[in-house]
Nanobody, 116 residues
Framework: QVQLVESGGGLVQPGGSLRLSCAAS????????MGWYRQAPGKQRELVAT??????NYADSVKGRFTISRDTAKNAVYLQMNSLSPEDTAVYYC???????????WGQGTQVTVSS
């Protein structure tokens, strides 16, 4: 099993930036890919970005503004968010996909609020 803990959320002004962190613990060897999802009130949880050892992928809505990265030595993944707008307001969740089985683990989420 893998446990995930997010941090770094908060309140920012439109146009501002935040950097989210996700720390993984447990059976780190089962992780194949990691990513970030978000869920706004009344909406379904949606993919924001994913990262594997060889590639990154982003939702169209965040391309050019968000950057996902990882630090394997620290078992961590990050999401740098720039040029934030109110439409980015959501709870952001870290996700680990498992290598040899379907499914994965979710973090508890961290709130990001973009408002004047």
């Amino acid at each position: 099993q893998v446990q995930l803990v997010e941090s770094g959320g908060g309140l920012v002004q439109p146009g501002g930036s935040l950097r989210l962190s996700c720390a993984a613990s447990g059976r780190i060897n089962v992780i194949n890919a990691m990513g970030w999802y978000r869920q706004a009130p009344g909406k379904q949880r949606e993919l924001v970005a994913t990262i594997t050892s060889g590639s990154t992928n982003y939702a169209d809505s965040v391309k050019g503004r968000f950057t996902i990265s990882r630090d394997t030595a620290k078992n961590a993944v990050y999401l740098q968010m720039n040029s934030l707008s109110p439409e980015d307001t959501a709870v952001y969740y870290c996700r680990a996909e498992y290598r040899w089985t379907r499914g994965g683990s979710w973090g508890q989420g961290t709130q990001v609020t973009v408002s004047s």
